[in-house]
T-cell receptor, first 116, second 114 residues
Framework: AQKITQTQPGMFVQEKEAVTLDCTYD???????LFWYKQPSSGEMIFLIY??????QNATEGRYSLNFQKARKSANLVISASQLGDSAMYFC?????????????FGTGTRLKVLA | ETGVTQTPRHLVMGMTNKKSLKCEQH?????MYWYKQSAKKPLELMFV???????ENNSVPSRFSPECPNSSHLFLHLHTLQPEDSALYLC?????????????FGQGTRLTVV
């Protein structure tokens, strides 16, 4: 079964507007971490934001915020004031396991296109 | 150099060739990973090394052989590959601890098997 689900293969957003990229996850671990990465056409995976399973507040990093709803097992990424440079693939990931056996599991990604 | 460096960036090889992908991290991390990224598929975790010991091998065919000689270097040795092995191969490293320890990725090796 898919552990990380991203249901939006592609999204469009107008420049300067906000956009939400969806992510749901599945785990039986009590302690886990959730991450979002950006992958431009160059191929490199760029870390954006982290949310720990025990964090009570939603994570924020500049224009990025993570809407964490633990009971629903969702960790949506919100990008505010979109810029043309935000056009890329976005991946949601989960770190599960214990120290010494950590694994990072990724979803299929969402391709975001910012329109001028 | 900083971060995670992968070489070569692009590789074209025949099915009978033997080649190696190299990954080097300058972050002092103690875990390293190989991922395969094919079109329209999630990133597939291939191998995990923690403290230079292999802790994960996700049913990867034996034509892929990893090597981790020290905590800063990771290799993926390739031999008798198939065309379906063409993909972007990403190396990552992380620090094994609780908390916001994200995986840092290299820019990948774009492999084409002909």
């Amino acid at each position: 079964a898919q552990k990380i689900t991203q249901t939006q293969p592609g999204m469009f957003v107008q420049e300067k507007e906000a956009v939400t990229l969806d992510c749901t996850y599945d785990t039986s671990d009590q302690s886990y971490g959730l991450f979002w990465y950006k992958q431009p056409s160059s191929g490199e995976m760029i870390f954006l934001i982290y949310q720990g399973s025990y964090d009570e507040q939603n994570a924020t990093e500049g224009r990025y915020s993570l809407n964490f709803q633990k009971a629903r097992k969702s960790a949506n990424l919100v990008i505010s004031a979109s810029q043309l440079g935000d056009s890329a693939m976005y991946f949601c990931a989960m770190r599960e396991g214990a120290s010494g056996t950590y694994k990072y599991i990724f979803g299929t990604g969402t391709r975001l296109k910012v329109l001028a | 150099e900083t971060g995670v460096t992968q070489t070569p960036r692009h590789l074209v090889m025949g099915m009978t060739n033997k080649k190696s992908l190299k990954c080097e991290q300058h972050l002092g991390h103690n875990a390293m990973y190989w991922y395969k990224q094919s079109a329209k598929k999630p990133l597939e975790l291939m191998f995990v090394y923690s403290l230079e010991e292999r802790v994960e091998n996700n049913s990867v065919p034996s034509r892929f052989s990893p090597e981790c000689p020290n905590s800063s270097h990771l290799f993926l040795h390739l031999h008798t590959l198939q065309p379906e092995d063409s993909a972007l191969y990403l190396c990552a490293s992380s620090q094994e601890s609780q908390g916001p320890t994200e995986a840092f990725f290299g820019q990948g090796t774009r492999l084409t098997v002909v």
